[in-house]
């Protein structure tokens, strides 16, 4: 079951990684790049900004946030969601309650995600109303084939939708 989720989240983030953009070259928190807000995060040392529009959606108790650039693609899935709070990344369905939260990475044909074994993490939503969310986030994502482990931190994003 984890795979499968996993891998529909791939197929999605393959897509908008393909839409590309450029990444910023200035501080995590600078990000002139992105449509509709700011989106960025520092990627194993480096600043990273999404470019164009970031994606969010929400189904059910199921809320979804994916920011692209011309190198990698970050999407959270978090559920259950209800509102503004903070929700580990490490996905844990045998959990009471069950959670489905967590974090990919996709850069070029290389995946990472805090699903995986030694995945960890957490994001806060700060503010979600009135079609705006709001949060910072920062997690560890082991590799679905051998690329180690990616280590983002100092994330952050307000955007509206």
């Given at each position: 079951?984890?795979?499968?989720?996993?891998?529909?989240s791939?197929?999605?983030?393959?897509f908008?990684?393909?839409?590309?953009?450029?990444?910023?070259?200035?501080?995590?928190?600078?990000?002139?790049?992105?449509?509709n807000?700011?989106?960025?995060?520092?990627?194993?040392?480096?600043a990273?900004?999404?470019?164009?529009?970031?994606a969010?959606?929400?189904?059910?108790?199921?809320?979804?946030?994916?920011?692209?650039?011309?190198?990698?693609?970050?999407?959270?899935?978090?559920?259950?969601?209800?509102?503004?709070s903070?929700f580990?990344?490490?996905?844990?369905?045998?959990?009471?309650?069950?959670?489905?939260?967590?974090?990919?990475?996709?850069?070029?044909?290389?995946?990472?995600?805090?699903?995986?074994?030694?995945?960890t993490?957490?994001?806060?939503?700060?503010?979600?109303?009135?079609?705006?969310?709001?949060?910072?986030?920062?997690?560890d994502?082991?590799?679905?084939?051998?690329?180690?482990?990616?280590?983002?931190?100092?994330?952050?994003?307000?955007?509206?939708?």
């Amino acid at each position: 079951m984890r795979r499968i989720a996993f891998g529909s989240s791939l197929a999605v983030l393959a897509f908008l990684a393909a839409c590309g953009g450029s990444d910023s070259t200035g501080p995590a928190q600078t990000n002139n790049l992105v449509t509709n807000g700011s989106f960025s995060a520092v990627v194993n040392g480096t600043a990273w900004s999404a470019a164009g529009r970031v994606a969010v959606s929400q189904s059910g108790t199921l809320l979804t946030i994916t920011g692209a650039s011309g190198t990698y693609a970050i999407s959270f899935g978090i559920g259950p969601f209800g509102g503004p709070s903070t929700f580990s990344l490490v996905y844990a369905p045998l959990a009471n309650p069950p959670t489905a939260s967590q974090a990919i990475v996709i850069l070029g044909g290389q995946s990472w995600g805090t699903s995986l074994q030694g995945g960890t993490g957490s994001i806060t939503i700060t503010n979600y109303a009135a079609g705006r969310v709001a949060g910072t986030f920062s997690f560890d994502a082991p590799s679905t084939a051998s690329g180690g482990t990616l280590h983002v931190t100092n994330g952050s994003f307000d955007v509206t939708f």
